[in-house]
């Protein structure tokens, strides 16, 4: 029977016994992490990266909103232990599945990860667990994917175990949004894993809600970020086409957004990154396909946000070839390499496709990021080995061209503009800036 084994575990969670496990130590995982400790939860840390691992046993964060001291105090108070030992998860009662969700070089959901914890969950899993997943997928992903590997161990749902799909919101950098202000979406598989999961969530973050399946989860987190991804691919296109027209397009957003209802500003910039925004709405469209169905609108999107750093470096071309340069040998400084503004997050920003373009056409290239100092390797890039440059007037003034493709609050814009001869702006950073010695374009 269900009752004593759910009865048990609800029990655990009500009195915060019920011991916390989160499968992925990153950007998602790790805040996740912070939150149910700081709701009086124990917890354990696992992530196959075994020198992540270490640096969090040596109380160190490598995540700039999660502090290395918070970091040594759990460790400290024995409320967060990471491993990389996944023999221990039959020691925890909630396991959260945090793990990449990428696309394949066709654009097809590449589920290994999901598919290979999951295969290591079965392996351990025992009478009275919970499995919840958090990683962005498809509809229908926790059904068709998970239940039969975990099913393999002989463990029956609702008798021995409990699963559920809760989409990860996390927005790093918004500070006034940390992972326990943000409403938890809760789908379980069953009417008791449902139950569960929203009494775990409950007892950690701000607000949860339920919805009826683990389906209807998994399009809302799909949803969001399609609805973000078509509304910036929106106001890029139209950039490019008020450019033409001589028309600011941010002055065009800023008049629009006072009007109080009806319309929220997106605004552009070179690309899209984040490991998000600019993936997710292809997993709608790989599900449609496999229903005979197309999503034009959602390949269109996708199709005008790729192009962008095209753009931006049609843009720079013409800029250089204004002063008699050629980009070839040009010394040009990409200003930001995190996706977005203020953290340290770099993956899949459209930086790297600007360095990509540049080398190609065989640009001197350098970048600044306070916050990414060395260039790491990416899975779709050909990333340069290069550290950090120092935002120096000497360095400004060695430039033949600034790209800003990231506009971090720490970087001097007034500096930027008294000493660079040119600036390509994607983010209208430089608006606030007197005129001075650098030639500012707009891309």
Not at 183 to 202: M, R
Request: aromatic share 8%; charged share 20%.
């Amino acid at each position: 029977m269900a009752d004593p084994v759910y009865q048990s575990l609800l029990a655990s969670i009500h009195s915060r016994q019920a011991k916390i496990g989160v499968i992925g130590l990153g950007y998602v995982g790790l805040p996740l992490i912070q939150t149910f400790v700081r709701a009086g939860f124990p917890t354990i840390g696992f992530d196959v990266d075994q020198q992540k691992v270490e640096v969090l046993q040596r109380g160190e964060s490598y995540i700039s909103h999660i502090s290395s001291e918070w970091i040594a105090e759990c460790q400290a108070a024995g409320t967060f232990e990471p491993t990389a030992d996944m023999d221990r998860l039959s020691e925890v009662d909630v396991i959260l599945i945090c793990v990449p969700t990428p696309l394949t070089s066709d654009r097809d959901p590449d589920l290994q990860y999901v598919i290979s914890t999951t295969s290591t969950i079965a392996s351990q899993l025992r009478a009275g667990q919970l499995i919840v997943l958090e990683s962005t997928t498809y509809p229908g992903t926790t059904r068709d994917v998970m239940l039969p590997i975990l099913q393999e161990s002989g463990c029956q749902l609702d008798e021995d175990f409990f699963l559920a799909y809760s989409p990860e919101r996390e927005d790093p950098g918004n500070a006034s949004f940390t992972a326990s202000q943000i409403p938890k979406v809760v789908g379980g598989l069953s009417g008791l894993s449902g139950q569960l999961a929203v009494a775990l969530y409950g007892s950690a973050v701000v607000e949860v809600v339920p919805v009826s399946s683990c389906e209807v989860a998994e399009a809302c987190k799909i949803l969001e970020n399609t609805y973000r991804s078509v509304n910036i691919a929106m106001v890029n296109e139209l950039k490019t086409l008020f450019d033409r027209l001589e028309i600011d397009v941010w002055e065009v957003i800023a008049a629009a957004k006072t009007k109080p209802f009806g319309f929220q500003p997106f605004y552009p910039g070179p690309g899209l990154g984040g490991h998000c925004i600019p993936i997710d709405p292809f997993y709608l469209s790989w599900l449609a396909r496999q229903n005979d169905m197309e999503t034009r609108f959602i390949e269109l999107a996708g199709e005008v946000n790729a192009a962008m750093p095209d753009y931006v470096i049609s843009k720079l071309t013409t800029a250089l070839n204004d002063v008699g340069k050629p980009v070839n040998g040009s010394r040009v400084g990409i200003f930001g390499i995190a996706y977005k503004k203020d953290v340290d997050d770099p993956r899949e920003s459209p930086s790297f496709r600007l360095l990509e373009l540049l080398g190609a056409l065989k640009a001197d290239l350098s970048y600044v990021d306070p916050h990414v100092p060395e260039l790491p390797e990416m899975r779709s890039f050909a990333v340069p080995k290069l550290n950090t440059s120092e935002l120096t007037v000497d360095y400004l003034e060695s430039l033949d061209a600034v790209i800003i493709s990231t506009d971090h609050s720490l970087f001097d814009y007034q500096l930027i503009a008294d000493h660079a001869s040119l600036v390509v702006d994607t983010r209208n950073a430089m608006a606030p800036t007197s005129p001075s010695r650098a030639v500012i374009v707009k891309a």
